[in-house]
């Protein structure tokens, strides 16, 4: 085969060809025509629906820019409000006590069950008597014996004081039963403390609740040795009727803090659950601690809840929710309509032709889904509180009442059925303005 042809690199060969420069011609008039009249040609569908489409978009999007938007609006009211302070804390149980024996015993009866509530002075479990019963008999023999000792003592005595007298006996004798006299007395006092023992032994095997409250687990079973030394003991008692809860706040709060209790009005505090949404109890502040942990910068505070239902449990963490203040006659407006971009805070405010103004407001405390406004709205005014992705300065806006939206949602679920029980039919139904907004609402 030749190695070495002459005008063989293709590129050149290609353009140098006629049919090229033929095809190449036919498609850039192709273009040229089709630019400058398919448009208007019947026989150019492709461009024409381009086209067409094209402009339907516009056209549609001038029409959205135009159409009212569906927003919820709610007034702006005047109202009491209280000014909270929020902490965690923690209930702690009034007392806690660990039911021991004082004395050394086997256990009898137990007479309580896991769980209980007992009073103060209940009987919750007995040992076995019979050791401290032969001790107080022991202890009344010997003191019975003792009396009788002294009693001839005495009497020994009266007879020495005669015949000293008569100069029969010396002062010694005399003195000597006097000391003898003394010594049984002692002797009597001794066996009546040994009696005073053994009944207390017998009263230590009765064991008693010492303060009122509930009972946990017990700790020993019946007929095993119980010793004072053991650290166990036999049950733990706390005192939860009424209870305590701890919970600390920054120091910025103690000169508030301070002067409601020196004005005697107190300080009302809510033990809420772990969604922080719900108050188990209602109690009082008991006291503040005095002085502030350098650790944290927090004062400690007690708080006193009666838990008549029992709803506070010990060393369970609440939500702490402390009434501080009440702002009489404020303006609050709904949390939700409160915006925060470049203007800084501010709302929507719906005007009586329907559009909306920005607003700047200034906010003060917030009350679940209420906030103090200081400045910048007057009771009265509406508000969006829902629908305002889209709005911007003097958009127009289709205004629905918070009730109304709520009414729409409750007549929505049927809407979806047709009046004879089609479903196609409650699809093809017209959206109602005022379903959006009211969705993101709730």
């Avoid at 400058?36 to 150019?44: E, S, T």
């Avoid at 381009?50 to 009212?68: E, I, L, T, V, Y």
């Avoid at 029969?168 to 000597?176: E, P, W």
């Avoid at 002067?259 to 008991?286: E, M, W, Y």
Wanted: proline letters at 6%; a positive charge; charged letters at 20%.
């Amino acid at each position: 085969m030749p190695t070495d042809l002459p005008n063989s690199k293709p590129g050149k060969s290609f353009l140098r060809r006629p049919i090229t420069w033929i095809v190449l011609l036919i498609l850039g008039g192709l273009a040229w025509w089709g630019l400058h009249h398919g448009k208007d040609n019947p026989a150019a569908p492709g461009l024409s629906r381009f086209a067409g489409h094209s402009g339907g978009g516009r056209g549609q999007r001038g029409d959205m820019a135009n159409r009212p938007q569906a927003v919820i609006i709610a007034p702006v009211e005047q109202a009491n409000v209280p000014v909270h302070l929020d902490a965690i804390g923690t209930v702690t149980a009034r007392a806690t006590v660990t039911v021991r024996t004082r004395v050394d015993g086997q256990l009898m009866r137990v007479l309580f069950r896991e769980g209980q509530t007992v009073k103060a002075g209940d009987l919750l479990v007995e040992l076995d008597p019979r050791p401290f019963q032969v001790q107080l008999a022991q202890a009344e023999g010997q003191m019975a014996r003792d009396q009788a000792l002294l009693v001839n003592a005495k009497q020994d005595l009266e007879r020495y004081r005669t015949l000293v007298a008569q100069d029969s006996a010396t002062k010694q004798q005399l003195d000597a039963q006097e000391a003898l006299v003394r010594q049984y007395e002692g002797a009597v006092k001794t066996d009546q403390a040994a009696i005073d023992s053994a009944k207390l032994q017998l009263i230590y095997c009765r064991i008693t609740a010492p303060v009122s409250g509930r009972l946990g687990l017990r700790q020993v079973d019946i007929g095993n040795i119980v010793h004072a030394a053991d650290t166990n003991g036999l049950v733990v008692i706390t005192q939860v009727e009424p209870i305590d809860v701890v919970f600390a706040l920054p120091q910025q709060n103690i000169g508030a803090l301070l002067r409601k209790p020196h004005a005697g009005t107190g300080l009302f505090v809510d033990a809420q659950g772990s969604d922080n949404q719900r108050t188990i109890a209602r109690g009082k502040v008991l006291t503040i601690d005095n002085q502030i942990d350098t650790a944290t910068g927090t004062v400690k505070l007690k708080a006193e809840f009666a838990n008549d239902e029992l709803k506070l449990f010990p060393n369970q963490f609440v939500g702490v929710k402390l009434q501080l203040d009440v702002l009489p006659n404020a303006i609050v407006a709904p949390t939700s309509a409160i915006l925060r971009g470049s203007p800084g805070t501010f709302v929507y405010v719906a005007n009586a032709d329907n559009t909306v103004s920005v607003r700047p407001v200034k906010t003060g405390p917030s009350e679940n889904d209420r906030t103090v406004i200081e400045s910048g709205l007057k009771p009265g005014e509406q508000v969006v509180v829902d629908g305002t992705d889209k709005l911007r300065e003097g958009a127009k806006i289709e205004p629905v009442t918070r009730e109304a939206a709520a009414q729409a949602m409750t007549v929505k679920p049927h809407a979806h059925h047709g009046r004879n029980g089609d479903k196609s039919n409650g699809s093809r139904a017209p959206r109602n303005a005022a379903s959006a907004p009211a969705a993101r609402a709730e």
